[in-house]
């Protein structure tokens, strides 16, 4: 779906729900995946009456104005993800389908991805990478744990590799052995990336 101008993506999913075959309301499941900003916590430590303010304390204090919270537990990473979703999206996909689940897309990109990791042969460390053109997100795991998971606005090419780089560097991952994984078919980062990182790979 593509927004013009004057439009907002709510607009654009209404239109979408009138004229896509595709979206009938008649499926039996209908998962959501939200890839608005999201943060963890590990499961022993979560409260719910402090969800919200740990949210507006990572992004902002503005960071919940029109949108609705959620969390979900993923027992495999040992954490619970929280994020947002768009008050007037959620209310327009609810109206078309009133029993969809709702989810983080970064908190099922790493439940997915740990499977893979797992199955891997070796000893290299692997940094996955999700890049959307505006924000990276990056995660890695130890021992079939999650490591580290943050993600970074960078809308330029400098910045992506400044912080791709960054958290390498901090992770104390080696640019000749570990492997970089990006999971967007990205070109023109993995081509960069690969005057540093050895190994770097389109997932």
Request: net charge negative.
């Amino acid at each position: 779906m593509k927004v013009k101008k004057g439009e907002t993506l709510n607009d654009v999913l209404e239109e979408a729900f009138r004229t896509n075959a595709l979206l009938r309301p008649d499926y039996d499941e209908v998962h959501i995946y939200a890839d608005y900003s999201s943060t963890r916590i590990p499961l022993d430590e979560f409260r719910s009456e402090e969800a919200q303010a740990l949210y507006r304390l990572t992004f902002g204090k503005d960071s919940l104005q029109g949108m609705n919270m959620h969390y979900e537990m993923l027992p495999a990473l040992e954490v619970i993800e929280v994020f947002v979703v768009d008050v007037e999206i959620e209310a327009t996909i609810l109206r078309h389908y009133p029993h969809a689940s709702i989810h983080s897309y970064f908190g099922q990109l790493m439940n997915k991805m740990l499977s893979k990791d797992k199955r891997q042969r070796g000893t290299e460390k692997r940094l996955y990478v999700h890049s959307n053109g505006s924000q990276l997100f990056m995660f890695t795991y130890e021992n079939g744990k999650l490591q580290f998971a943050n993600s970074f606005e960078a809308t330029t090419l400098s910045n992506q590799l400044y912080f791709l780089l960054y958290v390498w560097k901090q992770l104390g991952m080696d640019q000749r052995n570990d492997v970089c994984m990006l999971l967007s078919k990205d070109k023109t980062l993995e081509a960069e990336l690969r005057k540093y990182i050895t190994h770097t790979v389109c997932a």
